[in-house]
């Protein structure tokens, strides 16, 4: 079945740096890939997708960038904020199947 | 507002007393889940609903029970809690059965069996 791993478990940036949390996946007839952001004492929320027909999606600093060929996908958050501190999950589905592939998670720390 | 609510929030029990913990969505969707989220873990389904009536295994179901009496509804019931089922739970809800259909999560209940 589909398998999603996802990089790094934590990242720690500096205020106003880029951060790039990376997920690979396993099915390649996987066509769906949302990115959910859990803040602190809440539920995860999606904040950007992009489907298998688009290699990049933007949406003012975040991005997601998917590479169909070697099965990964990538989030992008540029000039971070605090408030960008959070849990991030990445995931990946196929049409036949409604099921969310999750991958574990990353902790973004930004730094003051 | 349309939300997903959850309650309750925290429940610390002991192993084996029944407990249900309760989802509500009032967005009229179709599709509910649960799901139990441990650190290094991420997300795992536990089980998730179609539609009324309608319910299927996740994941991980094994000591979990749910009902779908009504679209709105989607408890989760631990007959017989055991401390490896402490755990930060999650009901989400979604519109339809579509893969791409944004899920909408609860705030999340934290349990803790003794």
């Known amino acids: 079945g589909e398998n999603v791993e996802q990089h790094p478990s934590t990242l720690s940036v500096q205020e106003g740096d880029s951060a790039v949390i990376k997920c690979t996946y396993s099915?390649?007839?996987?066509?769906?890939f949302p990115w959910y952001k859990q803040e602190l004492g809440k539920g995860p929320q999606l904040i950007i997708d992009i489907r298998s027909n688009v290699g990049e999606k933007k949406d003012q600093r975040i991005a997601v960038t998917l590479n169909k060929t070697a099965k990964h996908f990538s989030l992008h958050i540029t000039e971070t904020q605090p408030e960008d501190s959070a849990v991030y999950f990445c995931?990946?589905?196929?049409?036949?199947?409604?099921?969310?592939?999750w991958g574990a998670g990353t902790k973004l720390i930004i730094k003051p | 507002e349309a939300q997903v609510t959850q309650n309750p929030r925290y429940l610390i029990t002991v192993t084996g007393k029944k407990l249900t913990v309760t989802c509500s969505q009032n967005m009229n969707h179709e599709y509910m889940s649960w799901y139990r989220q441990d650190p290094g873990l991420g997300l795992r389904q536990i089980y998730y609903s179609m539609n009324v009536e309608v319910t299927d295994k996740g994941d991980v179901p094994e000591g979990y029970k749910v009902s779908r009496k009504e679209k709105r509804n989607f408890p989760l019931i631990l007959e017989s809690p055991s401390p490896n089922q402490t755990s930060l739970y999650f009901c989400?809800?979604?519109?339809?059965?579509?893969?791409?259909?944004?899920?909408?999560f609860g705030p999340g209940t934290r349990l803790t069996v003794l």
């Open positions: 995931a990946a589905s196929r049409d036949s199947n409604y099921q969310l592939i």
């Open positions: 099915d390649s007839a996987s066509n769906y």
């Open positions: 989400a809800s979604s519109l339809s059965l579509r893969n791409t259909d944004t899920q909408y």
